[in-house]
């Protein structure tokens, strides 16, 4: 005997005590999917038999049951199930998640369950137990079903029991193995010109009847239509409509998930007592005029439609009133509730119509969610759903979302068919496009981040406090934030000699490493600037869903400048991509681009004037007056030489630290003084350039320079091959003479840049760079070879990590991900970087 | 660091004696700070002169403690030339007989007040030199204090932090010492100085016979006292350098000592805490959001009235929820009252759906700190997810600022706020937020008021239309 279970179901075994159920779960499930009442008995009470503990081992039944049940699991319940308070329970907790309760009745003859319960050392309640179980489950047989279980199947005997086969039931909203492509259309109202227009428009051939009606349509790439719901009520000619679509279903050509005013024409249709309002007595009128036949046709075609349909491997939803993370796949009437009226508040708005709750500003679904029922104006993402409803019937226009292209394609509509009870996209303060509002539960806590390119990455939740604030108190507003640069970590220290950090050591490693040719670029002294570009203002409110024309924001998300400051540096950067001619050779209207922004006083000087200029003034007058006084003792015959010698040498130290910080430092005055160096086009449109190779992106520099001759400034650069000697000596010379002529120092890049598990980037600073980062005294030979005792794996780990967060956030953000889905990562990246790490590395 | 002591008592070279010091010997003393070097640059009859050079290894200094050594600022500073309270401590060790004013050899002298001149080429000072006239001139020196440039070659940017510190008069040696010995960190207010249970005691000792008729005496234990920190902040310093910031913490450019209240003997912190409990009371709150609640002030008010049965206090810095758990003493409180108050960390720009359904939630002194711009995200956090039947809102007047004498015009009383409002920008923005997410507001006055400026705070009630 074939027992359908369908695949969210909730599996309630009734039998009396000694019928078999644990076998026959043992049998048919896997051990994780069965909850025996017995087990939980002993996990609470050491005993599996002690009934005091039953209350207790339920709870903790049902807890478990429950995040099985979350998690859309099969769950199998191994109890006697024979009373119907617990079937109760069992039932409403089926309900709470959406999946439907399935019972399987055990019948078994009561001499043969008192048979094994002998058999069995522990079980040494008499045969009444038995006999009283039988009674309660007589009782029961005939009224599970009215109980609620969707499915009751009722082995009678060993037999039947034996030969049971438990056969897995798909149900009728998943459509995963359908993987498209799609073309998701919005709420047509009986708008039937408009419908084949649309389709026209969207590339099917329409079959006509003798009477040169539409009957059907097809693609000639077998693209599938799927409708929203909605197809009838208010418009011309709903029965036309209805034949078009049914004759597309049935062919074939389209998938159609319910709208309430079908749910509710079918009503109707059966004569039931409804409210004839909201354009439905155009439809019984039009639908009157047609055969008795085609009416039945109708009411059969509505009754029989899906309120949801999972597509596409669960990657596509498409409900008529959209439909939370939670319900995707599961059936109950919740579901079916929600997919057709969406979920409301309670209130009423001016207009006396329900205050819809606007679930989409809180959806973390991974699938796409396609949705009709409420009018918009426009067509938006919202954290990857879509209201397909333009409100063609009142003068709006027909919309359907290409997928997986998501391209929208609209056809206006012919007239204004139905007057609306309140104007289009009603002032919703909150809703409408992208929230500018991003949920807590998006960022704190434990967080698994998935990568692309180096998979799952852990951000611990002390880490993400203490981004929370950072982000919370300092950062722009999460639309402009995309990306945070990684970390970099230094080059291979150097094991003797004067220096701490020496190109050798970088170009051994890559080599090491397999990379032969690496990029060397000048690193900058200024502070790492990320500047996200639109070509004009009517970007940013479409693409990002915030008004103003870009951003510029340092490696913590703080913005760089005051508004106005940052919108002359951003029309300066914006006239010169567009003399480079970068729109149209990008084939974007905006950009991201990762600069370092000069002086490193325009934005640090805080931190040079409070810190290092303040360290300097100290010394400076510290170190001399001590060198004078030891001078004098010496003078007086006191052995100071020692302390003379080491004081004297401070005194120099002092001096380069102080020269060191000074080449940072240059007065500006509006931009008057600030130079950008953009290194890396980040991101445009829809592509991620982490894959050029980074002359690619210096030969782009190279063009905003030559287009913004003052504000730009070049990166010098050299190509090395490390394998062969010759081209690392003349690197290790570029870099001696770049650092001795007061140059920080440089990167070192594989010049294909991204490749897998390999550093973007190792720094080399120069020798007096340094002594602002390890202080003065660093180069004294004492304190040299304390300080190569460095450990750079944690740096090297980290920066692997921020870096593929980075890429990660970008790919999502051109994949057109919800914010939420880039702020995470970008979030992540600011969160490692409050990891307790060395910060001279 | 360094700092050099002189007399022209007669015999000069008795200074060897008071200091226990040989004058033709270089000394050296291993102290916690750093090594002492003690020698004398000029030794005869006419003038003696002593100096202390403390030695400091400053990457010897941080590797001993990793836990908190993850700022730069741990690495390059200015320890190894500022004679603050390092130098202090090396003193106090070094010439620690002197200090007492023990001198087996010439009992009288120690005794005895000589001319003394003294110099500290880099003494630290975070109030500019007048701080140095104040805190050593009632003692009976004469003071000379040279602020130091920051950079001449960037003379923009004004003077340093450090003194080239001279003071002169006719003191005992011990009590000059012990002056050095409390006054240098107290000029000094800098982190490095880690203020332990027992330096009370020692101030109590050093001060003995000073201290107590100094003017500036509650400055003086306040300073030499007030450096721990509230709590830790390392993770926060490390992301505000990365940016080339400091980690300056926000201060209150108004101490309340400062705000206008002579007729009030209330601190106005006080007053508008006052203020927002009784708005509570009015709207009968009992289950309350502390949006903000930093360390707990107003906590601490709510739970010691029964009425209010449900508080929650958040921040978006996990120090200061830390800060406010010590303040509130949770771990001790009775059960009963311990479930009534709950922390969590939260954010005013990101939505917490945890946070819906309460009676009312309090902003206190909460906006002005949020970047205009994102002044939207607050709007929808508070009024639209967690949308709490009343929400409490206080603010400063920036038009009151003016009746401050110690707020320089045009400045904001607090580094860390973004904007003050005028009472016309208070409401304009109040009313705006009414009206597009469903709530009506009333306005109240706060603290001392004026006639022409208004209130010094300014309190704003909103209540949702269907719960008013």
């Given at each position: ?5 369908p695949d ?5 075994l009734i ?5 078999g159920?644990s076998?026959?779960a043992?049998?048919h ?5 069965v909850?025996s009442?017995?087990?939980?008995r002993?996990?609470?009470?050491d005993?599996?038999n002690d ?8 709870d903790a039944?049902?807890?478990i049951?429950?995040?099985?049940l979350?998690?859309g699991?099969v769950t ?7 009373q119907r308070?617990p079937?109760?329970?069992?039932i409403?907790?089926?309900?709470e ?12 003859p ?5 048979r094994r319960n ?6 040494d309640f008499?045969a009444?137990v038995v006999?009283?179980?039988?009674a ?6 005939g009224s599970?079903q009215r ?6 199947h009722v082995?009678r005997?060993e037999?039947?029991?034996d030969?049971a086969r438990?056969v897995p039931e ?5 459509l995963?193995d359908?993987t498209?492509?799609f073309d ?9 010109a408009?419908l084949?227009?649309?389709l026209?428009e ?5 079959t006509r009847d003798?009477?040169?009606r ?6 000639p790439e077998?693209?599938?239509?799927v409708?929203v719901g ?5 418009g011309p000619?709903?029965p ?21 005013h079908?749910?509710k024409l079918?009503?109707?249709?059966r004569?039931?007592k409804?409210?004839v309002?909201?354009?439905?007595a155009?439809?019984?009128?039009q639908l009157g ?10 009411e059969?075609?509505?009754?029989g439609?899906?309120s949801?349909?999972?597509?596409d ?9 959209g ?6 796949g599961r059936?109950s009437?919740r579901?079916r ?8 508040t ?7 119509l329900?205050v819809?709750?606007p679930?989409a500003?809180d959806?973390r679904g991974r699938?796409m969610v396609?949705?009709g ?7 938006e ?6 209201c397909l409803?333009?409100?063609c019937?009142?003068?709006g226009?027909l ?5 997986p292209e998501?391209?929208?394609?609209s056809?206006k509509?012919h007239q204004?068919?139905?007057?609306p009870t ?5 002032p ?5 496009r992208?929230?500018s509002?991003?949920?807590l539960?998006?960022v704190?806590?434990k967080r698994?981040v ?5 998979g799952q990455?852990?951000v611990?939740?002390e880490q ?7 982000m919370?108190r300092?950062a722009?507003?999460p639309r402009w934030?995309?990306?945070?640069p990684?970390t970099?970590?230094p080059t291979p220290?150097?094991a003797?000699g004067e220096l ?5 050591e970088?170009?051994a ?8 040719e690496?990029?060397c ?5 200024g502070s ?6 639109t070509?004009?203002e009517?970007?940013a409110p ?5 008004d ?13 400048f005051?508004?106005d400051?940052t919108?002359?540096l951003?029309?300066?950067?914006r006239a010169?991509a ?6 149209a050779?990008l084939d974007t209207?905006?950009m991201?681009l ?7 006083s325009?934005k640090?000087s805080a931190?040079?004037?409070d ?9 400076g007058?510290a170190l001399p007056a001590a060198?004078d006084?030891l001078?004098?003792?010496a003078?007086r ?7 003379l010698?080491?004081?004297?040498s401070r ?8 020269a060191a910080?000074?080449?940072y430092?240059?007065p ?5 003084g ?5 290194f890396?086009?980040?991101?445009a449109?829809?592509?991620v350039?982490?894959?050029r190779p980074?002359t ?5 520099a190279?063009?905003?320079r030559a287009?913004?001759p003052d504000?730009f400034?070049?990166?010098?650069n050299?190509?090395?091959?490390t394998?062969?000697?010759g ?9 001696t003479e770049?650092?001795e002529?007061g ?5 070192v890049k594989?010049?294909?840049n991204?490749l897998p598990?390999t550093?973007p ?13 390890y ?12 300080l190569r005792?460095?450990?750079l794996?944690?740096?090297r780990s980290?920066a692997?990590?921020e870096?593929?967060l980075?890429?990660e956030?970008?790919a999502?953000?051109?994949r057109g ?6 702020h995470e990562?970008v979030f992540?990246?600011l969160?490692?970087e409050?990891?307790?790490?060395d910060?001279?590395l | 660091m ?5 007399t ?9 004696y008071l200091l226990?010091?040989?004058p033709?010997?270089?000394q050296?003393?291993s102290t916690?700070?750093?090594t002492a070097?003690?020698?004398y640059?000029r ?6 002169t002593?100096?202390l ?6 990457i010897a200094l ?8 993850f700022t730069l ?6 320890r190894?030339y500022a004679?603050?309270?390092m130098l ?13 004013g023990?001198c087996?050899?010439?009992?009288g002298?120690?005794a005895?007040p000589i001319?003394?001149r003294i110099?500290v ?7 500019g030199p007048?701080?140095?006239?104040r805190?050593?001139?009632?003692l009976g020196?004469r003071?000379?204090?040279r602020?130091?440039?920051l950079?001449t070659?960037?003379p923009e940017?004004?003077d340093?932090?450090y003194?080239?510190l001279?003071i002169?008069?006719?003191?005992k040696?011990?009590?000059?010492l012990k002056h050095?010995?409390?006054l ?7 982190k ?6 027992d330096?009370?005691?020692k ?22 006292l007030?450096?721990?920190?509230g709590?830790?902040?390392t993770?926060l310093?490390?992301l505000a350098?990365l940016?080339?910031?400091t980690e300056?913490?926000p ?5 309340e000592?400062a705000?206008?209240?002579?007729d009030k003997?209330?601190p106005?912190?006080?007053t508008r805490?006052?203020?927002v409990?009784?708005?509570l009371?009015?709207?009968?709150a009992h289950r309350?959001?502390d949006?903000?609640c930093?360390?707990?002030a107003?906590?601490?008010d ?10 929650v206090?958040c ?7 830390d800060?406010?758990?010590?303040r509130l003493?949770?771990?001790q409180?009775?059960d009963?009252?311990?479930?009534r108050v709950?922390l ?6 990101y939505?917490d759906?945890?946070l819906a359904?309460y009676d009312?939630?309090?902003l206190m ?13 607050l709007e929808?956090?508070v009024?639209g997810?967690a949308n709490p ?5 206080t603010?400063p007047?920036?038009?009151y600022?003016?009746l401050?004498p110690?707020?320089p015009?045009g400045?904001?009383r607090?580094t860390?706020h973004?904007?003050?409002w005028?009472?016309a920008?208070?409401?304009d923005w109040a ?7 469903g ?6 006055p ?23």
């Amino acid at each position: 005997m074939d027992l359908p279970i369908p695949d969210m179901s909730l599996v309630v075994l009734i039998g009396a005590s000694g019928s078999g159920k644990s076998t026959f779960a043992r049998k048919h499930f896997a051990p994780t999917q069965v909850l025996s009442s017995d087990y939980f008995r002993g996990l609470v009470s050491d005993d599996e038999n002690d009934q005091s503990a039953s209350a207790d081992a339920f709870d903790a039944l049902h807890y478990i049951a429950g995040k099985r049940l979350s998690a859309g699991k099969v769950t199998v319940i191994d109890a006697t199930n024979v009373q119907r308070e617990p079937r109760e329970q069992l039932i409403k907790l089926a309900r709470e998640h959406h999946v439907l309760p399935v019972a399987i009745v055990l019948d078994i003859p009561e001499a043969v369950c008192v048979r094994r319960n002998a058999e069995r050392p522990d079980r040494d309640f008499g045969a009444h137990v038995v006999k009283r179980h039988r009674a309660e489950l007589r009782r029961a047989l005939g009224s599970l079903q009215r109980e609620g279980f969707r499915k009751v199947h009722v082995l009678r005997g060993e037999s039947e029991v034996d030969e049971a086969r438990i056969v897995p039931e798909r149900l009728n909203n998943d459509l995963r193995d359908q993987t498209g492509p799609f073309d998701v259309i919005g709420d047509i109202h009986g708008c039937r010109a408009e419908l084949e227009e649309l389709l026209g428009e969207l590339g099917y051939a329409i079959t006509r009847d003798d009477q040169g009606r539409s009957v059907g349509a097809r693609h000639p790439e077998g693209r599938r239509a799927v409708f929203v719901g909605d197809l009838v009520d208010r418009g011309p000619d709903t029965p036309g409509v209805l034949r078009l679509v049914m004759g597309m279903v049935e062919a074939g050509d389209a998938l159609a998930v319910c709208g309430n005013h079908e749910q509710k024409l079918v009503r109707a249709m059966r004569g039931r007592k409804v409210t004839v309002a909201h354009g439905l007595a155009e439809s019984l009128a039009q639908l009157g005029e047609e055969s008795d036949e085609y009416r039945a046709r109708v009411e059969a075609f509505c009754d029989g439609l899906i309120s949801h349909y999972r597509l596409d491997g669960g990657n596509l939803v498409v409900a008529h009133a959209g439909l939370p993370q939670a319900y995707h796949g599961r059936a109950s009437g919740r579901v079916r509730s929600f997919a057709l009226y969406g979920d409301t508040t309670g209130e009423t708005d001016e207009y006396g119509l329900p205050v819809r709750y606007p679930w989409a500003n809180d959806y973390r679904g991974r699938a796409m969610v396609l949705y009709g029922h409420t009018p918009v104006v426009d067509p938006e993402w919202v954290n990857g759903t879509m209201c397909l409803d333009t409100g063609c019937v009142f003068g709006g226009k027909l919309t359907a979302l290409r997928y997986p292209e998501r391209e929208t394609v609209s056809v206006k509509a012919h007239q204004v068919w139905y007057e609306p009870t309140r104007p289009l996209a009603p002032p919703d303060p909150f809703g409408g496009r992208e929230p500018s509002t991003l949920a807590l539960s998006d960022v704190v806590g434990k967080r698994v981040v998935d990568t692309g390119t180096m998979g799952q990455i852990t951000v611990r939740g002390e880490q993400a406090a203490s981004a929370l604030e950072v982000m919370s108190r300092f950062a722009v507003d999460p639309r402009w934030l995309l990306y945070l640069p990684p970390t970099m970590a230094p080059t291979p220290t150097r094991a003797d000699g004067e220096l701490l950090e020496h190109p050798t050591e970088a170009f051994a490693d890559f080599r090491s490493r397999g990379v032969r040719e690496v990029l060397c670029e000048e690193k900058h002294m200024g502070s790492r600037a990320v500047v996200l570009l639109t070509r004009d203002e009517s970007v940013a409110p479409a693409r990002f869903g915030i008004d103003g024309d870009g951003a510029v924001h340092t490696r913590t998300g703080r913005p760089f400048f005051d508004e106005d400051l940052t919108g002359r540096l951003l029309t300066r950067v914006r006239a010169a991509a567009t003399e480079a001619g970068l729109w149209a050779e990008l084939d974007t209207d905006w950009m991201l681009l990762d600069a370092e922004l000069m002086p490193w006083s325009a934005k640090a000087s805080a931190l040079i004037t409070d810190q290092y200029a303040a360290v300097g003034a100290a010394a400076g007058v510290a170190l001399p007056a001590a060198a004078d006084a030891l001078a004098e003792a010496a003078g007086r015959g006191v052995d100071v030489a020692d302390l003379l010698a080491r004081t004297r040498s401070r005194e120099t130290n002092a001096t380069d630290f102080r020269a060191a910080y000074r080449r940072y430092c240059w007065p500006t005055d509006g931009l008057d003084g600030v130079r950008l160096a953009p290194f890396q086009i980040l991101a445009a449109q829809a592509t991620v350039f982490h894959d050029r190779p980074h002359t690619w992106h210096l030969t782009i520099a190279d063009r905003l320079r030559a287009a913004d001759p003052d504000l730009f400034a070049v990166t010098r650069n050299l190509v090395v091959d490390t394998e062969d000697a010759g081209s690392v000596g003349a690197g290790v010379r570029w870099w001696t003479e770049l650092t001795e002529a007061g140059g920080e120092g440089m990167v070192v890049k594989p010049a294909a840049n991204h490749l897998p598990k390999t550093q973007p980037g190792v720094k080399v600073r120069g020798r007096e760079y340094l002594r602002i980062i390890y202080g003065p005294d660093y180069t004294e030979p004492a304190n040299l070879s304390r300080l190569r005792d460095r450990n750079l794996g944690h740096k090297r780990s980290l920066a692997l990590r921020e870096y593929a967060l980075g890429l990660e956030g970008l790919a999502r953000l051109t994949r057109g991900e919800p914010l939420w889905r880039v702020h995470e990562c970008v979030f992540a990246v600011l969160a490692l970087e409050s990891e307790p790490v060395d910060p001279r590395l | 660091m360094l700092l050099t002591l002189t007399t022209n008592h007669t015999p000069a070279t008795d200074l060897g004696y008071l200091l226990f010091k040989h004058p033709g010997k270089a000394q050296a003393f291993s102290t916690a700070s750093g090594t002492a070097h003690v020698f004398y640059p000029r030794a005869d009859e006419d003038e003696c002169t002593a100096a202390l050079l403390l030695e400091v290894d400053p990457i010897a200094l941080v590797r001993g403690r990793r836990n908190d050594a993850f700022t730069l600022g741990q690495y390059v500073n200015d320890r190894p030339y500022a004679a603050g309270s390092m130098l202090a401590v090396a003193l106090s060790s070094v010439f620690r007989t002197a200090m007492i004013g023990r001198c087996d050899q010439r009992p009288g002298l120690a005794a005895t007040p000589i001319p003394l001149r003294i110099r500290v080429p880099a003494a630290p000072c975070w109030a500019g030199p007048d701080m140095a006239e104040r805190l050593f001139a009632p003692l009976g020196w004469r003071v000379d204090a040279r602020p130091v440039p920051l950079d001449t070659e960037f003379p923009e940017w004004g003077d340093s932090r450090y003194l080239d510190l001279r003071i002169e008069g006719e003191l005992k040696l011990s009590d000059a010492l012990k002056h050095l010995y409390v006054l240098l960190p107290v000029m000094d207010g800098a982190k490095h100085y880690w203020v332990g249970e027992d330096e009370i005691e020692k101030l109590l000792r050093a001060g003995d016979g000073w201290l107590s008729g100094h003017p500036e005496r509650d400055l003086i234990s306040l300073r030499y006292l007030a450096h721990r920190r509230g709590y830790q902040r390392t993770a926060l310093d490390r992301l505000a350098e990365l940016d080339g910031g400091t980690e300056a913490e926000p201060v209150d450019v108004l101490p309340e000592a400062a705000v206008l209240a002579e007729d009030k003997p209330e601190p106005l912190s006080a007053t508008r805490r006052r203020a927002v409990l009784d708005a509570l009371r009015e709207v009968r709150a009992h289950r309350v959001l502390d949006l903000g609640c930093g360390g707990g002030a107003l906590l601490r008010d709510l739970l010691a009235d029964p009425t209010f049965t449900e508080i929650v206090g958040c921040d978006v810095s996990a120090g200061a929820l830390d800060a406010a758990q010590r303040r509130l003493r949770l771990d001790q409180l009775p059960d009963r009252a311990r479930d009534r108050v709950a922390l969590r960390q939260s954010s005013v720009t990101y939505t917490d759906p945890a946070l819906a359904g309460y009676d009312a939630a309090v902003l206190m002194e909460v906006v002005e700190h949020v970047d205009a711009s994102r002044l939207p995200a607050l709007e929808r956090a508070v009024f639209g997810t967690a949308n709490p039947r009343h929400v409490i809102v206080t603010t400063p007047n920036a038009e009151y600022n003016v009746l401050y004498p110690n707020l320089p015009a045009g400045k904001m009383r607090h580094t860390d706020h973004r904007f003050e409002w005028t009472r016309a920008r208070f409401q304009d923005w109040a009313q705006g937020v009414a009206d597009r997410c469903g709530y009506t507001v009333r306005y109240a006055p706060v603290g001392p008021e004026d006639p022409v400026h208004g209130p010094s705070t300014q309190l704003a009630v909103f209540s949702r239309k269907e719960a008013a």
